[in-house]
């Protein structure tokens, strides 16, 4: 399923929006749907989920722990005010098409704050596993039945 979703005042840390998916498979189509019923983006049915065929070529920077996210922010940093750093997601874009955060990454990074002497991170707010894609990477677009209930 997709979601375009604007982060904060129209961006997403630096980039103008960002489209957000999530894995599904033949039981489930997709975290989505609970979190825009039930979560903090709060949006009633009906909901209008898309199959997305990614391009085999597609780079994606993959999430399973805290060290990768550090990892990544040290790749292209951008330092906050109070010292943490972050993804400059602009430079990211350069290198990688999307980046995804899988369900190990929920149960193992979520809250922890992760220091090296380069600098700290931590990420919160990513609420469950999904990709978030810095461009268009998709070969084949399917519209799905609407969702009305979750």
Same mark, same amino acid.
């Given at each position: 399923?997709?979601?375009?979703?604007?982060?904060?005042?129209?961006?997403?840390?630096?980039?103008? *929006?960002?489209? %957000?998916? /999530?894995? /599904?498979?033949?039981?489930? $189509?997709?975290? %989505?749907?609970?979190?825009?019923?039930?979560? #903090?983006?709060?949006? &009633? @049915? &009906?909901?209008?989920?898309?199959?997305?065929?990614?391009? &085999?070529?597609?780079?994606?920077?993959?999430?399973?722990? @805290? *060290?990768?996210?550090?990892?990544?922010?040290? !790749? =292209? +940093?951008?330092? !906050?005010?109070?010292? !943490?750093?972050? +993804?400059?997601? *602009? !430079?990211?874009?350069?290198?990688?098409?999307?980046?995804?955060? /899988?369900?190990? %990454?929920?149960? $193992?990074? #979520?809250?922890?704050? %992760?220091?090296?002497? *380069?600098?700290?991170?931590?990420? /919160?707010?990513?609420?469950? #596993?999904?990709?978030?894609?810095?461009?268009?990477?998709?070969?084949?677009? #399917?519209?799905? +039945? +609407?969702?009305? $209930? =979750?």
């Amino acid at each position: 399923m997709a979601v375009l979703k604007n982060q904060g005042k129209g961006r997403f840390h630096g980039r103008q *929006e960002a489209l %957000w998916t /999530s894995t /599904s498979n033949d039981d489930y $189509t997709s975290h %989505w749907i609970p979190y825009l019923r039930w979560g #903090e983006d709060h949006r &009633p @049915p &009906p909901y209008h989920p898309w199959r997305l065929e990614v391009s &085999p070529t597609v780079r994606v920077y993959e999430i399973h722990g @805290p *060290e990768a996210w550090h990892t990544l922010c040290l !790749a =292209s +940093p951008l330092y !906050a005010p109070d010292g !943490a750093v972050m +993804p400059n997601w *602009e !430079a990211v874009a350069h290198i990688w098409d999307g980046v995804h955060l /899988s369900v190990g %990454w929920l149960l $193992t990074t #979520e809250g922890i704050r %992760w220091s090296t002497p *380069e600098g700290w991170t931590h990420l /919160s707010g990513w609420t469950l #596993e999904s990709t978030v894609w810095l461009r268009w990477v998709f070969d084949h677009m #399917e519209r799905l +039945p +609407p969702v009305t $209930t =979750s």
